[in-house]
């Protein structure tokens, strides 16, 4: 028997048409399907991009033959949860990354990070929830500020401990201020790939991810369970998810 959980923190935004996502696609939108006088049951259509609010991104995102939703296998879903917390930093620089030394300085304060752990990155930007600016990190110059990962990493996160999943607070894993390319191409995916190189490597390890996590700062930094309660969506490459953090008695 595991430790026992004292509490359930919900690391889940609750979400509507109005919230902040992708300025690559519209945003959610709602219809009355079926109501309690005429039909006898309340019911609302839902029109909803897969990445939309606290979601999980599965490989075929960004992977063409990549995993998509429906197989992440149950054990994936339900992981340690590591939590590595630079609010601090982000506080100070909006751009801050996740580099391999925070890793390390990570470590040396609460041991090697567990083996298909659950890494997320704790910056507090979920406090900027639901506004689109605020979550973009755009500034009154017009500039885009957020913090984000390193593709080193990632590769370290994966290749030195066998991470299983990844979590942030932000729209996107990369930084707001990602390294972008000009150079032609006719080939989509590799293009995304230079315009998000931290997200596009998670894939490339055949790795998932959840974005715009909330609560991060209502855990520990080592010790929790993450439980990814994600629809079963049959070949969808991304769908909105009920992220539970189950942290145990101390």
């Not at 017009?142 to 990962?149: F, I, L, N, Y």
């Not at 990602?178 to 191409?185: F, K, L």
């Given at each position: 028997m595991g430790p026992k959980t004292s509490r359930v923190v919900d690391l889940t935004h609750a979400f509507g048409p109005d919230v902040a996502g992708s300025e690559d696609f519209a945003g959610e939108r709602r219809e009355?399907?079926?109501?309690?006088?005429?039909?006898?049951?309340?019911?609302?259509?839902?029109?909803?991009?897969g990445a939309w609010a606290t979601h999980v991104d599965a490989p075929a995102h960004m992977r063409a033959g990549g995993?998509?939703?429906?197989?992440?296998?149950?054990?994936?879903?339900?992981?340690?949860?590591v939590v590595i917390d630079l609010s601090a930093e982000v506080a100070r620089d909006p751009g801050t990354c996740l580099d391999v030394p925070h890793i390390l300085d990570w470590e040396r304060r609460y041991g090697q990070v567990p083996r298909k752990a659950f890494v997320a990155f704790r910056s507090d930007w979920s406090n900027r929830w639901p506004s689109q600016d605020a979550m973009r990190g755009?500034?009154?110059?017009?500039?885009?500020?957020?913090?984000?990962?390193?593709?080193?990493?990632?590769?370290f996160l994966v290749g030195q401990r066998d991470t299983t999943a990844f979590g942030h607070e932000t729209i996107d894993t990369d930084p707001g201020r990602?390294?972008?390319?000009?150079?032609?191409?006719s080939d989509a995916e590799e293009v995304a790939g230079r315009q998000h190189p931290?997200?596009?490597r998670i894939f490339e390890h055949n790795r998932y991810q959840v974005e715009m996590?909330?609560?991060?700062?209502?855990?520990?930094?080592?010790?929790?369970?993450?439980?990814?309660?994600?629809?079963?969506?049959?070949?969808?490459?991304?769908?909105?998810?009920?992220?539970l953090a189950l942290v145990p008695d101390a």
């Open positions: 009355q399907a079926l109501s309690l006088q005429r039909d006898g049951f309340d019911l609302q259509r839902h029109h909803i991009p995993r998509t939703v429906d197989q992440l296998r149950p054990d994936e879903l339900v992981l340690p949860l755009r500034e009154p110059d017009g500039r885009v500020r957020s913090p984000g990962w390193t593709v080193a990493a990632i590769d990602r390294v972008t390319s000009d150079a032609g191409g931290a997200e596009a996590l909330a609560a991060l700062s209502e855990v520990p930094p080592l010790g929790a369970t993450v439980v990814v309660g994600v629809g079963k969506a049959r070949s969808a490459t991304a769908f909105p998810a009920r992220v």
